[in-house]
């Protein structure tokens, strides 16, 4: 997508000066389809995503279950990882739904996304205005709402895991942990007085206006956790994290990985209220090249800097609208073409805390 981009150029910090173009500049760059929702589109991607499950959990329950040792300790990882991605594909649909860009009709998008993300233990209605408030704040030290940095009188721990070993020990944790933690307990959130739980529906993360909703949210999950143990009590307790469980990990890791690589980079700037303005901090994200898994995932991955510019724009039109704005965006445009686990690796390592620029007060970078 970034073809100039040069391996001298990874840990280049991008510029911090208030650029000379607006977000009025990058809007009339891009043809006006873009923004245009196809219901039939996104139906397409909703029942593509659902026919792959579908059809995978067909394999795994009719044939897989039949291997012979050997071939089922290879087999069953394989299933996790494939289902695990088609279910982080269609979470990601879901987050359109969150948008409004899934359709015309709020409505059909609110019990879409509802359905889809009780299913896959994602509290759609606490996500959604959660999400919201990230992407009116990103990158703000005080506002963000998630993968806020620490400084580094904040990050004692890091100085003890700042090695190898402490590195993977990280690394790890995250990925197994941080998406149920995060809504459990807004880890790597933003710093609220109470409970900031996504659960919580009188917690400081809500207003009043929306507490009723993250009730229903609640209801929603729960429904979905009283099936799995009916399920469990009649088909066993390793059936369902077989066929379930395991495939919801690899979608959780697979969460955390790409939004902790959206927004942690050596070149990207965070900011404080002296300094923090929103297209500065919309452009403090990162567009990254996961193979295959880019379609899989619909482009959220490539793409996730126009996504933060312009968030009603459909999934199948980001690509498209990169292109128009990248001329305009110059050297404000961030993408990485690192290969992910050498990424991930390299910034869990390098990205431990943040200090502030010595030239330019209100500027924070990382470092490790």
């Given at each position: 997508m970034n073809d100039s981009t040069t391996a001298k150029d990874v840990f280049k910090h991008v510029p911090v000066e208030k650029p000379s173009f607006g977000i009025g500049d990058l809007k009339k760059a891009i043809p006006p389809h873009c923004f245009k929702r196809s219901l039939t589109t996104s139906f397409y991607y909703l029942f593509r995503d659902l026919g792959l499950i579908y059809s995978f959990y067909y394999i795994a329950t009719n044939y897989i279950t039949l291997l012979p040792q050997p071939y089922s300790y290879v087999a069953?990882?394989?299933?996790?990882i494939a289902q695990g991605s088609i279910l982080m594909g269609l979470w990601n649909i879901v987050h359109d739904c969150g948008h409004h860009c899934f359709s015309d009709y709020q409505w059909l998008d609110d019990t879409i996304g509802f359905i889809c993300h009780s299913l896959l233990l994602t509290p759609y209605f606490s996500f959604k205005y959660s999400h919201r408030t990230h992407h009116a704040n990103t990158s703000s030290l005080e506002k963000d709402e998630v993968w806020v940095p620490k400084s580094k009188h904040d990050t004692w721990f890091y100085e003890v895991l700042s090695n190898p070993v402490g590195n993977l020990i990280m690394l790890s944790f995250r990925l197994l942990f941080g998406f149920p933690l995060y809504f459990m307990f807004n880890l790597h959130?933003?710093?609220?007085?109470?409970f900031p739980s996504h659960f919580n529906p009188l917690g400081p993360i809500f207003n009043d206006r929306e507490r009723a909703q993250i009730w229903l949210s609640d209801a929603g999950v729960l429904t979905v956790l009283y099936a799995l143990y009916r399920i469990g009590a009649k088909e066993g307790l390793k059936w369902v994290f077989y066929i379930y469980g395991y495939p919801l990990m690899a979608m959780s890791a697979f969460f955390i990985m790409f939004t902790y690589l959206h927004h942690t980079h050596p070149s990207i700037a965070h900011y404080d209220s002296s300094e923090w303005?929103?297209?500065?901090?919309?452009l403090s994200t990162v567009d990254r090249d996961y193979g295959i898994l880019n379609n899989l995932f619909h482009d959220v991955t490539s793409a996730h800097v126009v996504h933060h510019l312009f968030s009603s724009i459909p999934h199948y039109h980001t690509v498209e609208a990169t292109q128009y704005i990248k001329p305009i965006l110059g050297d404000y445009y961030n993408y990485d073409y690192t290969p992910i686990l050498k990424a991930i690796w390299r910034d869990t390592k390098e990205c431990l805390y943040i200090e502030e620029d010595h030239e330019k007060k209100g500027v924070y970078w990382f470092r490790k």
């Open positions: 069953w990882p394989l299933y996790w959130g933003r710093i609220y007085k109470g303005d929103w297209l500065r901090g919309a």
